[in-house]
């Protein structure tokens, strides 16, 4: 299996002239990574420090490739982790098969995006906690480490650092070694979020926590309910209405965007009226989270925004990159000169575009794979506990925060395929090498 996957991506690397690059995220992870500033808006700089580090070679194909390996090695990882857990070798292979396999994951590996290195740093983390009967205070501070750069690279991986350390709680570990995730998960968070503090004058992890909690009100908010203070009506709904909560961010009619200035100035601001809508609607807030999380099991895929088209196949044909923006070209000056639009290559993009991958291996059966992830979660044994409740929390956090994306379901499947192996493992503690 590893080594048809291996031959599938050099079959992706030789489909596409070139990484795939997206208007806005890309560009601004690549600035980033040139300027070492963190950003004041979405993304921190987790990504672009790796970014950084491959910055020598200006080479995004060569981004791809090396996220490429790292897609593998995730893969390999899922394996190992089950062999030690007793599984036989032909169901750790067919757990990590949707990330060796399936194209959304391959074409995120072949994509200037944080998804993949959230995943990677996520199963990594995993391995760690899991990888012997007892949690060592190294093994424990190794994993609270690429949990913390996990939530560097993606917010919405932070509280993943909690519900490790409530694991270990519950494993009734000692407390040095809990203790030593907690302060090597914590140390580099501060430390990232006063260097955030320098340059945006908070400390935090970013500037759109708010922002973000707002749209997300955006789809039920009431203010005859909510009653804000005079200060806060202003982001009341106005009217203004599109068929996903993230559009509110964008919308010019809505009313965070008819504020006066940059719309990343009003966090605080969104941030205290999204709460009180919270506290004020709770149930309406939970279910838009039910309803939007939903989308994830339908057996066909659900636009969601409506504008986005999806596709559980490789693309081909050409996509330009819109010029008129002026970051296109300051990046392509200071990062890799040869920056383009994607185009696949024949023959081998005719190749991908046959490559077949239904679309209910994402839908219904990832439903199945968390019910029974769960079972072995809430089981005798819970071996799957840890997994599946960083699955879970990967799959409904993102739209608690601001929205569902297919997209962001993605770092959830290899956990849920982890956790849902587990179910079925015969002994109660990973075997030990001598």
């Not at 991908?352 to 979660?377: D, E, N, R």
Request: with cysteine; proline share 6%; charged share 15%.
């Amino acid at each position: 299996m590893l080594a048809a996957a291996v031959a599938l991506r050099v079959l992706v690397m030789l489909g596409y002239n070139t990484a795939q690059l997206y208007w806005y995220d890309s560009f601004t992870y690549l600035d980033t990574a040139i300027h070492m500033r963190p950003q004041g808006a979405f993304h921190p700089a987790g990504y672009s420090w790796f970014l950084w580090l491959l910055r020598p070679f200006q080479s995004v194909e060569l981004i791809a490739g090396v996220q490429h390996a790292m897609g593998l090695g995730v893969g390999a990882m899922i394996y190992l982790l089950l062999r030690r857990w007793s599984l036989p070798g032909w169901g750790a292979s067919l757990a990590a098969a949707p990330v060796l396999f399936d194209p959304a994951f391959l074409r995120l590996e072949h994509a200037v995006l944080s998804d993949l290195q959230v995943i990677f740093l996520v199963v990594a983390g995993l391995l760690a906690l899991m990888w012997r009967r007892e949690v060592s205070t190294r093994a424990a501070a190794l994993a609270g480490l690429l949990l913390a750069l996990a939530g560097l690279t993606r917010t919405a991986a932070v509280p993943l650092i909690g519900l490790a350390a409530l694991w270990l709680v519950l494993r009734r570990t000692p407390w040095r070694r809990t203790a030593a995730l907690l302060v090597a998960a914590v140390l580099p968070l501060a430390g990232y979020a006063g260097w955030y503090a320098q340059h945006h004058g908070r400390f935090a992890l970013s500037g759109s926590d708010g922002i973000a909690l707002w749209a997300r009100t955006m789809t039920f908010a009431d203010c005859s309910v909510i009653r804000p203070p005079a200060r806060e009506a202003v982001m009341c709904p106005n009217g203004s209405v599109t068929d996903a909560a993230s559009e509110y961010v964008w919308l010019p009619g809505s009313a965070l965007n008819r504020l006066p200035g940059n719309r990343f100035s009003h966090n605080e601001l969104a941030r205290s009226f999204a709460l009180k809508a919270i506290a004020a609607q709770p149930l309406d807030y939970l279910r838009e989270i039910v309803k939007d999380t939903s989308l994830a099991f339908t057996w066909q895929p659900v636009n969601h925004p409506k504008r986005v088209s999806l596709a559980n196949t490789f693309p081909q044909g050409a996509w330009t990159l819109p010029e008129e923006h002026t970051l296109i070209g300051k990046v392509r000056r200071e990062y890799d000169s040869d920056i383009q639009g994607l185009s696949s290559v024949e023959p081998f993009g005719t190749i991908l575009a046959a490559y077949p991958y239904p679309w209910f291996l994402h839908g219904p059966l990832f439903g199945v794979i968390l019910l029974v992830g769960m079972i072995g979660a809430i089981g005798r044994r819970r071996a799957a506990l840890l997994p599946w409740a960083f699955s879970m929390f990967l799959l409904v956090g993102p739209v608690a925060a601001l929205d569902f994306d297919h997209r962001y379901v993605l770092p959830s499947i290899p956990l849920a395929c982890v956790a849902a192996a587990l179910a079925f493992q015969k002994r109660r503690q990973p075997v030990v090498d001598v």
